[in-house]
């Protein structure tokens, strides 16, 4: 069997390694630049390497069917957000399983994600699009206060923002669109640049809640993992812990909710990573995906379950049973990112505290992200996490005391 993998970063990596256990030929098409660089060391484990200049679709589409045409492709895979539209289109040329192109608005546009929910009688957060300030106060009319805005075209939490009221509903619209402009010269047009979302705020605890679509329409539930986040009008993710299922109570309602929103999306194959707030009155869709969860999390739920996502993933693509989990190393796992907001903007030179809490039994590997002797940046989304500790635990209990003691215990020293 031989799969295809479309411009693989992060988690979308995972893939090489889980396609090499599984004894698949896995060939990559990617840049190969800046973020897409490929390791000697993935290189060495895929069949072939593509290397094209930009994922511009028909590209990809040209250079896909001449490797079909010399080694017959039995599956496509997105190794990245950036890259599921492109993927569907390749997996439909090829005549393999994957999102139908005329469908895949739906999981890259969150106001289609929504629409479509709504049009399928699932249950959707309030929301309104808007293009301008004029629309926006629109808007506010509608959903109401307090709400969320966010840019429709970024990610990583880049723009998102609580307003309590009018002020901060233009300010924070200000600070997208110019936020926005200076991306357009990374192709988006200008009038994506003025488009955001306003949304409900939803009251609850986060959740990942992660599984794969099997081509007979099987939807598996895999992944369960809460959402730590900093102190608000931001989010900024801070912290995850991924569960068994038999230890998080809400897991069926969970399950059950995120089923009905698969369907109604028109998922048909393949991983699904989505964010859900567990709500007073149940589970409300944040926004999902169709590619592996980043950030870690695969690894952490393989740690607590045995599950490789990966490997279920690819199997899924291919049409292969999908593998059974392994033996689990732990109950729970965690991970816990060091952040200070007091020293943004400021270079910092040290962590104290850290060297008694990375060698801890409990602490599976440790990294910086900004590394001692460089400035913090001052934005409230990932790029100012100064270090990541993944850990295991023998119970949820004992997860959450081991972060607080991370949190309490490292300190940047300016
Ligand atoms: N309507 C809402 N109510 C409450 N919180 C929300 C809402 N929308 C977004 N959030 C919070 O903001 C975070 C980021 O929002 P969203 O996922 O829509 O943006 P994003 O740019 O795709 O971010 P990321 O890439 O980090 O997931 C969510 O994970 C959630 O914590
Ligand atoms: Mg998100």
Redo the contacts with the bound molecule.
């Keep these: 069997m031989h799969a295809l993998l479309i411009g693989p970063v992060h988690s979308g990596l995972l893939y090489i390694g889980a396609a090499q256990e599984m004894g698949i030929k896995l060939s990559v098409i990617t840049t190969d630049e800046g973020w897409y660089k490929l390791s000697d060391d993935l290189r060495a484990k895929v069949t072939e390497v593509i290397t094209v200049e930009s994922y511009d679709v028909d590209l990809l589409i040209h250079e896909a069917q001449t490797l079909h045409s010399q080694r017959p492709v039995g599956g496509v895979v997105a190794g990245s957000e950036y890259v599921v539209g492109q993927t569907a289109h390749i997996a439909k040329a090829l005549g393999v399983a994957g999102f139908d192109p005329d469908k895949v608005d739906a999981v890259r546009n969150k106001a289609t994600m929504r629409r479509t929910l709504q049009e399928a009688g699932v249950r959707t957060v309030k929301y309104a699009k808007a293009s301008s300030a004029i629309d926006i106060e629109e808007s506010a009319k509608r959903v109401g206060f307090p709400a969320v805005v966010k840019p429709l075209n970024l990610?990583g939490?880049v723009g998102?923002a609580l307003v309590r009221n009018e002020t901060e509903l233009l300010a924070a619209y200000e600070d997208i669109v110019t936020m926005n402009i200076a991306e357009a010269t990374k192709g988006q047009s200008k009038e994506q640049a003025v488009e955001v979302l306003m949304e409900e705020f939803l009251v609850g605890t986060e959740y990942c809640v992660d599984g794969w679509v099997e081509q007979d329409g099987t939807i598996t539930v895999a992944e369960f993992v809460k959402v730590g986040l900093g102190p608000q009008p931001h989010f900024q993710e801070i912290s995850y812990l991924s569960y068994r299922r038999e230890d998080l109570a809400c897991a069926d309602e969970l399950e059950t909710y995120l089923k009905d929103v698969v369907r109604a999306l028109g998922f048909t194959v393949g991983p699904f990573h989505s964010?859900v707030m567990q709500t007073n009155t149940g589970p409300v869709l944040?926004?999902i995906?169709s590619r592996l969860p980043g950030d870690h999390l695969p690894e952490l739920t393989e740690t607590a379950t045995g599950i490789s996502f990966a490997s279920c993933s690819l199997a899924t693509h291919i049409n292969y049973p999908v593998p059974r989990p392994k033996q689990p190393q732990a109950r729970v796992a965690g991970s816990q990112f060091i952040i200070d907001h007091d020293a943004a903007g400021e270079v910092y030179t040290a962590l104290a505290g850290w060297d008694d809490i990375v060698t801890r039994s409990e602490v599976d590997s440790a990294e910086y992200c900004v590394l001692p002797g460089t400035r913090i940046p001052p934005q409230h989304d990932f790029s100012s996490r100064i270090a990541e500790i993944l850990f295991h635990a023998d119970s949820v209990e004992a997860a959450e005391a081991f972060q607080k003691e991370i949190v309490e215990h490292v300190r940047i020293i300016q």
């Design positions: 990610a939490s998102v964010e944040i926004e995906a």
